[in-house]
């Protein structure tokens, strides 16, 4: 077999002897995926970057195309918007007709595993790459022509070209100690001053009823109204989102009008904030965000409420399949985090159960209940830990729980030390200074109308 190239221009194509590694149906499922979801456009966006990726030259223009729709933001990426994208720029013909379009969403049943797809095609490319490269370089050696130094040398360095993908250019040049230390720390986009800013995320753990879904509840009710969560402070009104999908409308309303009243006590008229800031949608039965359908759903309901900081869960409640298995947790993380990349960076606040406590055990384990990837996920992780009367007189009369941390947290929050039940709100804050003086902590509680949830 010759090993002599077509072309005297070592930067040529160089024609494959065999077919080259491709898979057009894979290709086809992430174009498909696209076509069915914007989540699925960015999770592919992230793995393909050019689009040279794909080894059918239309697919490569129809990506392209579902991009430019997509950057656009005006419209969602479909056959429709997307043909139109073709026909503006003289492709549609190139492509196959719209009738193509059709095909490739027709083709796919889900948009789940359009990242999965996209990281064959990944592959296959630079499989690709490797193989026209190291040919090059075969052909440059039998030609005898130049030093041979200096032709593996340019080898190696096209080989390099192919594993990074044209990605090197976007590289950040290194900084030594001296720089970095120099360089000022960048002030958190704070929604509540000292304690969450954008982009956080929150698990708050506690035991069955207790008093999880309130505490999320309450800090999304006085973040809305222009309150500081556990001090006798104002802060800027901001919009928040409840997303709770284990319970009914029944049992959410009367919790909430109760923190509306609350509010009202604290602020007279200005109150009035919280009912227009404070969006709810209530999704009795759950939700699996592992089904493209409902990952829409939550997709299209922040980008219609645009809200600051979120609250939802259970987790249990929003993916089916064993809450154990790191693929269920895995498909679940990458949902709430296109949740967060499409609010551009709300705080979320995610509510889940802890395991019942084990056979021996003194204390209840206030991890979330399923795969450990939840225990590096957030940037905060904490419980609600009921406190006993052995530790502190009266200690489960006035519902006092610590705000335990099951996680280190990547940086210092302006956290209470506890709270107890409320005579206004569902919660109040506890510091150390009261937790050591027992007498300080009674308050005039009323009477309690269900579970704290």
Request: hydrophobic fraction near 40%.
């Amino acid at each position: 077999m010759s090993m002599e190239p077509e072309h005297d221009d070592d930067t040529s194509p160089v024609p494959f002897e065999r077919v080259p590694p491709q898979d057009l149906e894979a290709e086809q499922s992430v174009l498909g995926g696209m076509l069915l979801s914007r989540d699925a456009i960015a999770e592919v966006a992230r793995i393909l970057t050019s689009g040279t990726e794909f080894y059918k030259p239309a697919h490569e223009t129809i990506f392209c195309a579902i991009l430019a729709v997509y950057a656009r933001g005006a419209e969602k990426p479909d056959p429709i918007t997307v043909a139109a994208e073709l026909t503006r720029s003289g492709d549609i013909g190139r492509i196959g007709g719209a009738s193509y379009l059709h095909t490739l969403v027709q083709t796919v049943p889900t948009a789940a595993n359009a990242e999965y797809y996209a990281e064959i095609i990944a592959e296959l490319a630079a499989r690709r790459g490797g193989i026209e490269e190291a040919t090059r370089t075969i052909q440059a050696l039998y030609k005898q022509d130049g030093d041979a130094t200096e032709i593996l040398e340019n080898g190696v360095e096209r080989m390099k070209a192919v594993r990074d993908r044209g990605m090197a250019s976007s590289d950040k040049p290194s900084k030594t100690l001296r720089t970095f230390l120099a360089e000022a720390d960048d002030e958190p986009d704070w929604i509540i001053p000292g304690v969450i800013a954008r982009w956080d995320r929150l698990i708050v753990t506690a035991p069955e009823g207790g008093g999880k879904s309130l505490f999320n509840r309450q800090l999304l009710a006085r973040t809305a109204a222009g309150l500081h969560p556990w001090k006798k402070a104002r802060i800027a009104p901001k919009r928040v989102l409840l997303v709770d999908v284990e319970n009914s409308e029944s049992q959410v309303r009367p919790w909430l009008r109760r923190m509306h009243r609350a509010a009202c006590e604290e602020l007279g008229s200005d109150a009035e904030a919280l009912l227009d800031n404070f969006v709810v949608e209530v999704i009795d039965g759950g939700v699996d965000l592992r089904h493209p359908g409902d990952r829409a759903r939550l997709l299209r309901l922040v980008e219609r409420n645009a809200p600051d900081m979120i609250a939802i869960g259970p987790l249990y409640k929003m993916a089916a399949g064993n809450p154990n298995d790191e693929e269920v947790a895995r498909d679940l993380m990458s949902a709430l985090e296109a949740v967060r990349v499409a609010t551009n960076g709300a705080a979320m606040l995610i509510e889940a159960h802890a395991p019942h406590r084990a056979g021996g055990e003194r204390q209840r384990d206030l991890r979330p209940i399923g795969s450990s990837l939840w225990l590096r996920w957030p940037e905060y992780g904490f419980g609600l830990a009921p406190i006993s009367n052995k530790e502190i007189q009266f200690a489960e009369e006035e519902g006092l729980v610590r705000w335990q941390p099951w996680r280190g947290s990547r940086s210092e929050r302006d956290w209470p030390a506890a709270f107890m039940r409320g005579a206004t709100w569902p919660w109040q804050s506890v510091s150390m200074d009261d937790l050591h003086e027992p007498a300080a902590l009674t308050v005039d509680v009323p009477a309690q109308q269900g579970a704290l949830g």
